[in-house]
């Protein structure tokens, strides 16, 4: 599946995920080209990057706790992040 329709969120916003269970963090919001996102509780994740249309533009499997997701070649917008098995979703601000 590349294509995934997402509620609207307000920008930098998280839905379905319970803080006191889990501790992530995102950043630069907003971003030129990079983010990173460090996750605190040691398990695989999967990050997945789709942009303002719902199509899924990357996927990276997480072991180490830590990602740098490259977005430069992407145009200036908001693009969603999902992280599973949680599955929450977050945007972010390519500028």
Known sequence: LDYIVFPPINIGQ???FNEETFD???YPNPT???????FNDNKPH?????????KR?????????????DIDQYTS???TIK???EAI???IIKQ
């Open 14 to 16: 998280t839905t379905n």
């Open 24 to 26: 992530f963090k995102i």
């Open 32 to 38: 030129v080209g990079f983010f990173s996102v460090v």
């Open 46 to 54: 999967t990050v997945e990057v789709y942009d303002s249309k719902g």
């Open 57 to 69: 533009l990357s996927r990276i499997i997480d072991q180490k706790n830590s990602t740098e997701i």
């Open 77 to 79: 917008g908001i693009y």
């Open 83 to 85: 992280i599973m098995p």
């Open 89 to 91: 979703i977050y945007q």
